[in-house]
C-alpha cells in the first residue's frame, strides 16, 4: 500500500530516524518540532503541501499507518534473524538457495502475523484472516517438502555421476598401462613365484 501522507513522503532515512525515536517513546510534540526544523522536510513540505508544517495530527496518523508497518517489518527481520542464529548448524551442513531463504523469510512473516491475529477480537473477520494464513502456511510447507524431494533426488544424481566419473576414470587408469608380452607375464610370476 503506498502512504500519501506529509510523512509518507519525506525522504527515507528521515522515516527511518523518526520511528527510531517514537519506538524509544520520544514525545509527539518534540517528534514533530524536530521534523519541521529539518531543511529536506521543509523542502517537502513546500513542494507537495504549499509549505504547511508538520501537525501532531500528521504524527498521529503515522504512528497508526507507517509507523506500524515499520514495527511489523521489524519484528518480521528479528524473527527471521532469530531463526537464522538457530539454524546456523543446518547453514553450515547445506548452502541455502534463495528459494529456502525466502520462504524462510516469509515463515518468519506468518510467525508475526499469528500473533497479531491473537489480540484481534473473535470474530469472522478473524475467522477469515485465520483461515487465510492457514492456507498460507499449508502452502510453504507444501514447497519445503517439494524441495526437500528435489534436494534428495540432486543427491542421488550426485552419486550417480560420481559413481560414473569413478568408473570412467578406472578403465582409463587400465587402459594407460603398458601391456606386457607373454614373456614379461611368464618372467614376473617367476619373480614373484621365487622361480629362476
Known sequence: MTRT?????????????????????????????????????NAVMKADFEGRPISESNLSEWKTGGFRSWEA????????????????????????????????????????????????????????LWRELRTSVLAVRRVDIQGQKFNLEWEKYDDRVRKQEDEERRLLEENQRPKMTPEEKQARINQIMGVD
Open 5 to 41: 501522507g506529509k510523512i509518507a513522503r519525506l525522504p527515507l532515512a528521515i522515516r527511518q530516524e523518526l520511528n527510531q525515536r517514537l519506538q524509544e517513546g520520544e514525545p509527539g510534540k518534540q517528534l514533530v518540532e524536530w521534523l519541521n526544523t529539518l531543511p529536506k522536510v
Open 73 to 128: 517489518d521489524q519484528q518480521a527481520a528479528a524473527a527471521v534473524t532469530s531463526l537464522m542464529e538457530a539454524s546456523k548448524d543446518l547453514e553450515t551442513a547445506h548452502k541455502h538457495r534463495m528459494t529456502e531463504r525466502l520462504s524462510l523469510a516469509l515463515t518468519a512473516r506468518m510467525a508475526v502475523e499469528i500473533r497479531r491475529l491473537d489480540s484481534i477480537e473473535d470474530g469472522p473477520e478473524k475467522a477469515r
